[in-house]
């Protein structure tokens, strides 16, 4: 348009039903140096750039787009029947399309100070009186490459001092070793995510080279994202009864949904998996304070068992309205004590208010001991029906959340041992799942976003993991990044499917936080929101059949 003024009513349906997102004055001046283009019934347009359908339905590329929908071609679009569109070049169009959401907080943006560092041979009492001097809870011992070896902190010094050590030796000798580390452009959510996951209070900030950047600690993250999750799981694990928990557990599916609808479903990928993996972390925490309370509540010894987490919250990727799968496995206890146990841990997570899982693959049902697992499972592998290969679908993702922590990793491998002879079969039928897209790609009305979008993702991706004996890791992500080392699965094809899962993740938590269901009415939609939902169900697609073709 080469007019001043732009359209009023076309401002408002970019605004409600294609950029929701985007700063008005973004849009006008998309509006000022753009085209509105009349195509009649098989007409087309070959200049390339973006094009967005006011009304009618065009071609493009292979998809049907109707009003709402844009999309970005090379080779221009053929209109199906008569239809008004929006024409922008790639330059006029560059002001919307480079446009994301409010920038989300980095590791660097928290790091304000030059690190305080040491060498191996300081006498701690020097390094403590450089600690008091420059005002920090802890000090980083590097090498002569200023590269981290070491971190000695606040909570080091009270122990030391407690156990009346000599405070004369090298720091070397009472540091921990190899601490945690993190580069400046990595996410507050991944940050606080990996505190959670060692519980550890202080993260080393390197740059690409590997030397000391600086330290950020638990306190930084606070304030900085205000990241109620790894608060939560320190409040979970200060619970004393079964009421403090039940409390604390409403409090986190409350704060929760409040840190979901931060996210942009269409833009919060990376967010949305961190947080994710939080809540699974918080989750899991939940998880073990019951295990604590029964067993000091039945006063069985703290030995001789493990409890497991299977499925979604074994792979970190349980959020909420999903229920829970759990397992106990046993050797130094009876049955009959360990029977009690697992009642009474799933009795206090059913009073907690942890839904259950609606199947029955929780404790209660899935009690073995070491032997009758083992037997279980050679007698599961030797008669892969649906049952079978559905419990060893979840138990391949166990971890252990109390107890042993060698069982879960013993289970896994025992299941890519069991199925290596499977390999056909178990690609076969644990990639029956394939998401459904219209005549030419088309959205259906109603899609459930984890049955139909991310489920055919992990189903696949364990598949493969199965086939391959790849038993560690567990999340899904870190699967394919390891399918990938071993040239399993192409890197482009990959790097597809992990911006996929991003996307499908950050849509489903969006649809929990707001409908408490992963099911969606994709009408509700802006046409922005659909072509990225839209694309990344067509790179879901080209996973599976890439999967059934091998």
Request: charged content about 25%; proline content about 4%; hydrophobic content about 40%.
């Amino acid at each position: 348009m080469n007019q001043n003024t732009v359209p009023r009513d076309i401002l408002i349906f970019l605004q409600s039903h294609v950029f929701p997102h985007t700063p008005s004055k973004l849009l006008e001046h998309l509006l000022l140096c753009s085209k509105i283009m009349l195509l009649h019934e098989n007409e087309e347009t070959r200049k390339p750039g973006l094009y967005i359908v006011y009304s009618g339905l065009v071609n493009a590329d292979s998809q049907l787009l109707s009003s709402g929908d844009y999309v970005v071609s090379e080779h221009g679009v053929k209109a199906v029947e008569e239809s008004i569109i929006i024409y922008a070049d790639n330059d006029c169009a560059r002001i919307v399309l480079t446009f994301g959401e409010e920038e989300t907080c980095t590791v660097g943006d928290l790091v304000y100070r030059d690190p305080v560092v040491v060498e191996p041979h300081t006498p701690v009492i020097e390094a403590v009186r450089v600690m008091h001097r420059e005002g920090v809870s802890s000090i980083i011992v590097v090498d002569q490459q200023r590269r981290p070896i070491g971190i000695f902190t606040d909570t080091d010094l009270r122990r030391l001092v407690a156990l009346g050590k000599d405070l004369s030796k090298p720091i070397s000798v009472f540091m921990t070793p190899r601490p945690l580390t993190i580069g400046p452009n990595a996410s507050c959510m991944e940050a606080a995510f990996m505190m959670m996951n060692r519980y550890v209070k202080h993260l080393v900030v390197v740059d690409d080279v590997g030397k000391v950047a600086g330290v950020i600690t638990v306190r930084d993250i606070a304030y900085a994202e205000a990241l109620g999750p790894l608060y939560m799981l320190r409040r979970i694990r200060s619970a004393s009864t079964v009421e403090e928990l039940g409390a604390r557990y409403r409090e986190l599916v409350k704060l929760l949904r409040k840190e979901a609808r931060r996210l942009h479903p269409s833009g919060g990928g990376r967010e949305a998996v961190h947080l994710i993996r939080m809540a699974s972390l918080a989750l899991r925490g939940v998880m073990s304070k019951a295990v604590e309370l029964a067993v000091k509540e039945l006063d069985i010894k703290e030995s001789g068992f493990a409890y497991l987490a299977l499925g979604s919250n074994g792979r970190l990727e349980q959020f909420l309205a999903s229920d829970r799968d759990t397992m106990m496995v046993y050797w130094e206890i009876s049955g009959q004590k360990a029977q009690r146990l697992a009642e009474a841990i799933e009795d206090i997570l059913d009073r907690v208010g942890f839904p259950g899982c609606r199947h029955g693959y929780t404790a209660r049902r899935l009690l073995y001991s070491r032997e009758e697992l083992a037997e279980q499972l050679r007698s599961m592998s030797s008669n892969l029906v649906n049952e079978s290969i559905i419990l060893m679908s979840l138990m391949f993702d166990a971890v252990t959340v109390y107890g042993d922590s060698n069982t879960a990793r013993w289970l896994r491998r025992s299941i890519a041992e069991s199925l290596s002879s499977s390999k056909s079969y178990i690609l076969s039928t644990m990639t029956m799942y394939r998401p459904k897209l219209g005549l030419a790609g088309r959205l259906p009305h109603e899609i459930d976003l984890k049955a139909h979008g991310l489920a055919p993702i992990v189903y696949t991706i364990k598949a493969f993991s199965i086939a391959e004996s790849i038993w560690e890791p567990v999340n899904t992500l870190d699967r394919l990044t390891a399918l990938v080392a071993r040239n399993i699965i192409p890197s482009d094809l990959a790097a597809e499917v992990v911006e996929a899962y991003r996307t499908l993740s950050a849509f489903t938590v969006w649809a929990q936080a707001l409908h408490g269901s992963t099911r969606i009415d994709t009408g509700e939609l802006s046409g922005f929101e659909r072509s990225v939902l839209r694309s990344a169900l067509r790179s879901v697609q080209r996973l599976v059949d890439y999967a059934r073709r091998r």
